[in-house]
Nanobody, 120 residues
Framework: QVQLVESGGGLVQAGGSLRLSCAASGSIFRVHYMAWYRQAPEKERELVARIMNSGSTTYRDSVKGRFTISRDNAKNTVYLQMNSLTPEDTAVYYC??????????????WGQGTQVTVSS
């Protein structure tokens, strides 16, 4: 089994910064990609950023230039540095990972979510 545990959410004023972390643990053979999604009230969950095992990254347009995703492969940990936050960034942020287990089962795993609230 795999667990993804997020941390770093909270309340911040507009223009401020937060750093989210997500650590994957368990019977992991390989982490292929890790990503951050978010879901605001009454909205669909959306991809914020993804980082592949190769290091290549993808961002949604609204966060480009403000958010940076990075990972520590040795620790199976992904980070999301969020700068210049706006109230529109308010959401529950979920960590996601594409992981192959030691029994070679591959799956898509999710964390429990962490709340990010940006006040105006």
């Amino acid at each position: 089994q795999v667990q993804l545990v997020e941390s770093g959410g909270g309340l911040v004023q507009a223009g401020g910064s937060l750093r989210l972390s997500c650590a994957a643990s368990g019977s992991i053979f390989r982490v292929h990609y890790m990503a951050w999604y978010r879901q605001a009230p009454e909205k669909e969950r959306e991809l914020v950023a993804r980082i592949m095992n190769s290091g290549s990254t993808t961002y949604r347009d609204s966060v480009k230039g403000r958010f940076t995703i990075s990972r520590d492969n040795a620790k199976n940990t992904v980070y999301l540095q969020m700068n210049s936050l706006t109230p529109e960034d308010t959401a529950v942020y979920y960590c996601n990972g594409g992981i192959t287990l030691r029994n070679f089962y591959s799956g898509d795993y999710w964390g429990q979510g962490t709340q990010v609230t940006v006040s105006s």
